[in-house]
């Protein structure tokens, strides 16, 4: 699974069946992609979400 699809899983609904890339989840959002990117990292370092494998 791709991170912009997990993270739009995270964000609004594990239900969805169309996802907003990375940039429109920032813009909806109204953040910085940069920091989307920083909670995608974040989440594969904890290995607390299914949604995000864990990094080798």
């Not at 993270?7 to 953040?31: E, I, P, W």
């Amino acid at each position: 699974m791709s991170d912009e699809i997990a993270l739009h899983m995270k964000l609004f609904s594990r239900a969805s069946k169309t996802f907003m890339c990375l940039d429109c989840q920032a813009a909806y959002l109204n953040v910085e992609r940069s920091q989307l990117e920083e909670v995608i990292e974040r989440y594969h370092q904890s290995g607390t979400c299914v949604l995000f494998a864990k990094r080798a």
